[in-house]
């Protein structure tokens, strides 16, 4: 690759076409909650994610071999890709049982505190000090995970308080996934490559927890397949390896500011398509945790081009 066109992959500011792409994976990662939701009706959460894991491999796998994208030479990245994997398995095994006592809006809120973790773990492991402004959405997000914590209104069951902690460690996980592929090897690897080693490991990771969440198959319809199969294919199959392109494309603070739009779109989609009940409270906790990751996304009035 010539020298102008490796220029060509970074940019340093989120352009037009960066946008109209997160505010669509954005859209689809806060639908998935109810895919997910929809699809513990008919699998065992931990066997779901076993499927959607192996499925979504097999599927990049065959994309690699289609672009002859090399995966398999020694670069450095095993150590740091087994970590991702082990994450990334402990990650959606958290989201898919915590949706079991928990409702979708409420999850979306609680993984996607991502970014603030993010931001506390660059500060102290890669150097990225955190200002007094980034400090204050911290602290607004906060208030708005509190407030999701203190809605009694909108809590489905006695158990959801345990689904909003397994959403809320996942949102932590998720976060570490981050943490490990940029300040590792990872970070120049494919987009695809880096996936694999999560889809690879996070499957051999959970297969002996599949048993001790029940039965692997539920009450197995048409749409709960379709559910599961909707995530395998494009969220994760398509969604995740653009994701990780842009990551190495464009400003990961940059990217981080439309996060605010995937809880927004899980309260809006959960409250649509799943009558799930959405209290003032939650709108207001949503408001708060939008507020937080403006603030921690916000360039430095020095930093703004004249």
């Not at 995970?145 to 998720?174: E, N, T």
């Not at 694999?196 to 397949?225: C, E, I, K, M, N």
């Amino acid at each position: 690759m010539s020298d102008a066109a490796g220029a060509l992959e970074r940019r340093d500011s989120i352009d037009g076409f960066a946008a109209a792409v997160m505010i669509g994976l954005t859209f689809s990662w806060g639908f998935n909650q109810v895919a997910i939701k929809v699809a513990n009706v008919g699998y065992n959460p931990i066997f779901a994610v076993l499927l959607r894991s192996v499925i979504a491999c097999v599927l990049v796998l065959l994309w690699c071999r289609l672009r002859r994208i090399p995966l398999f030479e020694r670069d450095g990245t095993l150590g740091a890709g087994i970590l991702a994997g082990v994450l990334f398995g402990g990650e959606f095994a958290l989201i898919f049982l915590g949706l079991d006592f928990t409702t979708a809006a409420r999850s979306a809120l609680m993984i996607n505190t991502m970014p603030f973790w993010v931001l506390i773990g660059a500060h102290f492991l890669l150097g990225e000090h955190i200002t007094r402004l980034k400090l204050a959405g911290v602290a607004l997000a906060f208030c708005g995970v509190f407030l999701v914590f203190s809605d009694k209104l909108s809590v489905p069951g006695p158990s959801a308080l345990w689904g909003d902690l397994m959403c809320l460690g996942a949102g932590i996980l998720w976060a570490a996934t981050i943490l490990v592929i940029k300040g590792s090897r990872l970070a120049r690897a494919s987009a695809e490559k880096t996936l694999l080693y999560q889809l690879s490991v996070s499957a051999l990771f959970v297969v002996p927890f599949v048993p001790l969440a029940g039965p692997a198959l539920r009450d197995v319809t048409a749409l709960a397949t379709a559910s599961l199969l909707f995530q395998a294919v494009f969220i994760v199959a398509f969604t995740y390896v653009l994701w990780f392109w842009l990551m190495r494309r464009y400003p990961a603070s940059g990217l981080s500011s439309f996060a605010f739009l995937t809880p927004a779109f899980g309260v809006l989609c959960g409250g649509f398509l799943l009558g799930e009940t959405v209290t003032p409270r939650i709108f207001l906790a949503l408001g708060l945790i939008a507020a937080g990751l403006v603030l921690v996304n916000r360039r430095p009035r020095s930093d703004i081009p004249a």
